[in-house]
């Protein structure tokens, strides 16, 4: 069995060896995200482009656990009648966010967190329009990250899909309100490097808000 893949769509073949690398690969950057705290239970989904198709996780997949069984094979162009989201085949139901990424952005992996400081910070800018963005305030998520964009859309929805698609053509990573960190790269392990800078930022940015907000009421607070 052989799969297409490459720069384009499916230039290259992968062959067997090279789609196993791939699973192991996977399967590694979901425990990792899982042990540091970027997802919990089976929330959150990954997957990595492969020529004209995608291999993402399956619906209800622990990201902890994942093997051959639950990653899916989904077309990235949509054909004949299918679904446009790709749930017909098990995949996550975010599968039409990632679609729609690879469609209109040079990402080859994507991995969407649920990372409670990007999803905490979403919330206290409130309600997000065009144009919503969180800054770093330290040294690596300014470098790495530069701004953060935050967007709007429901989970799984065509809005979401097409907000998301629109701020990663120019940014690493954009958060969905009150839901998550959608990182992308050229490999699945710079996805996480990205994601985790993103959580790291946030958390850093959420310290100091808070921590300033307590010096300002509380005047036995000294530094």
Do not use: W
Not at 7 to 17: H, I, L
């Amino acid at each position: 069995m052989k799969r297409r893949g490459g720069q384009g769509r499916g230039e290259a073949e992968v062959n067997e060896s090279e789609l196993e690398e791939i699973f192991e690969r996977v399967a590694r950057i979901g425990k990792k995200a899982v042990s540091e705290g970027l997802v919990n239970a089976n929330f959150g989904n990954l997957s990595v482009r492969v020529g004209s198709k995608m291999l993402i996780s399956r619906s209800g997949a622990f990201l902890d656990e994942l093997h051959k069984g639950n990653l899916v094979e989904v077309r990235i162009e949509e054909e004949g009648n299918e679904a446009g989201s790709g749930e017909e085949s098990g995949a996550s139901s975010e599968a039409i966010v990632h679609r729609e990424i690879y469609k209109r952005t040079e990402a080859k992996a994507i991995l969407h967190t649920h990372s409670p400081f990007a999803v905490s910070i979403s919330l206290l800018l409130g309600d997000v329009g065009e144009g919503a963005v969180v800054k770093p305030v330290d040294v690596e998520g300014t470098l790495l990250l530069g701004e953060i964009p935050v967007v709007g859309g429901a989970p799984g929805s065509i809005e979401l899909a097409s907000n998301l698609a629109s701020a990663l053509k120019s940014h690493r990573a954009a958060i969905a309100h009150a839901h998550g960190c959608f990182a992308v790269g050229s490999t699945i392990e710079e996805a996480f490097v990205v994601a985790s800078a993103v959580e790291h930022a946030c958390k850093v940015k959420f310290l100091c808000e808070i921590s300033r907000s307590v010096f300002k009421t509380n005047k036995e607070v000294k530094l």
